[in-house]
């Protein structure tokens, strides 16, 4: 089983930038994602990337968010940018060999999260 370790949360005032990186414990991983969760709310999807490089973004991150992949050091970034407040969750970092997709069922290795708090 992958071990994943999320690193990069902080606290940071509306329209600000962080990016959070993911380090996996071995190669060959098809799927990395991001999915955050708030407080009293679901675990949601916010962004996808592939192997061969194929992402894909929640819409109410469009245009904001970034991610990216370095596939020799096995990490996984989200660069966030013009966080708002409603971005204010714990964010996870999740493995799935199941395709692109942003559904947290369809994910199987997770770590243990890292928290980001933005104030307005």
């Known amino acids: 089983e992958v071990q994943l370790v999320e690193s990069g949360g902080g606290s940071v005032q509306s329209g600000g930038s962080l990016r959070l990186s993911c380090a996996a414990s071995?190669?060959?991983?098809?799927?990395l994602g991001w999915f955050r969760q708030a407080p009293g709310k679901e675990r949601e999807g916010v962004a996808a990337?592939?192997?061969?490089?194929?992402?894909r973004y929640a819409d109410f991150v469009k245009g904001r968010f970034t991610i990216s992949r370095d596939n020799a050091e096995n990490v996984v970034y989200l660069q966030m940018n013009s966080l708002i407040p409603e971005d204010t969750a714990m964010y996870y970092c999740?493995?799935?060999?199941?395709?692109?997709?942003?559904?947290?069922?369809?994910?199987?290795?997770w770590g243990q999260g890292t928290q980001v708090t933005v104030s307005s």
């Open positions: 999740a493995t799935s060999s199941y395709g692109l997709g942003l559904v947290a069922r369809m994910y199987n290795n």
């Open positions: 071995r190669s060959t991983i098809v799927i």
């Open positions: 990337v592939a192997s061969n490089g194929g992402t």
